[in-house]
């Protein structure tokens, strides 16, 4: 096993890690709002509760103080006739057949409480039950994760006292490798910068001939670094997970050129056949417009790069004025992005 494949196993347990306490934060998020919508829940029944007897308890109120004029509406009737106290026993047993009537309707809504607290009661339960049953996978999951990274731990070792042993016996092999390698990839690199710049010239040539009409040395040089940039997202030592191009703003004022995202930082790209000192001037107003059209990142740290294929005489006046402005400022090198000047700041 290489240092190659050792690192990608080493990555790969603390992913299988990072996956874990990711899953065990959202089943224990998931119990969080099961417990939150259970307590909702609850609070919603005993409100239920509590406005069902008010309800209950007005009726009675009413039938009380109904019940006690009809007495007195009796007494002051007793000396009527018969046909009026019939009439007034007649009203007498509808009153009655009302309450009987209210509270058969309370005895319902009690009934229909009673019973949804049951169902909230198993609900808990049932949610207690799967969140115990995610705790115990979650466990489950911990202790084969650790047995597994015993197991590469131990593997590992060997294979890393083999690598030792092969090392010592191959070093001077290694080093003659290393250093051709290392010439091979050098002149590789001087070649394919050559062949850049003899390919910037002949298309310098070409626009020139045409009037400048054409937009060739743009496209070649942005496609130069969205290349490089894709094949290898990482700006000032830092990865980017996504990479996109000629992103507009809502307002469809504002291009940017190469847009690189990961969960803290966004990285925007401005791209230049020849980039000028006016160049960075132009960068740093496309800030705000980018956080005024992209609201999920408002939060993040923007960082601003300036990218450009040529270095002519004013090159060091545009490095001063980029590490000034705390802005990177990108060279073409072979067929990957040089970093020419990394002093910058967060926006």
Known sequence: MDNTQFDKMMQGMFQGMTELRESQAKSQAKADLESQKLRELRAETELLARESQAKADLESQKLREFQAETSLQMRESQAKSDLEFQKLQKFQAETELRARESQAKADLESQKLRELRAETELLARESQAKADLESQKLRELRAETELLARESQAKADLESQKLREFQAETSLQIRE?????????????????LQIREMGKRVD??????????????????????????????????????????????????????????????????VKYKAKSSDI???????????????????????????????????????????????????????????????????
């Open 177 to 193: 490798f290393q250093a051709e390698t290392s010439l091979q990839i050098r002149e590789s690199q001087a070649e394919t910068s």
């Open 205 to 270: 040539d070409v626009a020139k001939q045409l009037g400048h009409i054409g937009i060739n040395t743009g496209d070649f040089a942005e496609e130069l670094f969205w290349s490089s940039l894709k094949a290898n997202p990482v700006l000032g030592g830092m990865y980017y997970k996504k990479i996109v191009r000629n992103v507009w703003d809502s307002e469809g004022n504002t291009e940017y050129d190469i847009l690189l995202f990961n969960d803290n930082s966004v990285a925007i790209i401005e």
């Open 281 to 347: 001037k132009n960068l740093l107003k496309k800030v705000d417009p980018f956080r005024n059209s992209h609201p999920d990142y408002a939060k993040h740290d923007i960082y601003l790069g300036l990218a450009t294929t040529t270095r002519d005489r004013y090159y060091e006046k545009l490095l001063a004025k980029a590490t000034e402005a705390g802005i990177y400022l990108l060279g073409q090198e072979g067929n990957h992005v040089e970093l020419l000047s990394d002093k910058v700041r967060i926006f």
